[in-house]
């Protein structure tokens, strides 16, 4: 059983292994193959463990790897709010 990287979308190791093997090589195209970092954290959670396992499989720096943009994570608010 492969472990769950992207809690928000379910999307395990394996899954983002294979998205690298399938050619992936930045954040934003491993979010596009399986939707890790598309949840409700917006990739807070699970982006630092994809850069990872990007470098990882392709014997780079982590710094070399082209994270995704931040954007703020969806909360609902009150009509009143706005
Ligand atoms: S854990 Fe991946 S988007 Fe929240």
Do not use: H, W
Not at 43 to 63: F, H
């Amino acid at each position: 059983m492969s472990k769950i990287i992207c809690r928000c979308e379910e999307v395990t190791e394996e899954e983002i292994l294979q998205a690298i093997r399938d050619g992936a090589t930045t954040v934003d195209e491993v979010k596009k193959f399986t939707r890790a970092g598309m949840g409700l954290c917006q990739g807070r959670t699970c982006r630092k463990a994809v850069e990872r396992m990007i470098a990882n499989e392709l014997k780079e720096d982590v710094s070399e790897i082209k994270t995704s943009s931040y954007r703020a994570p969806v909360r609902p608010i009150k009509m009143k709010v706005l």
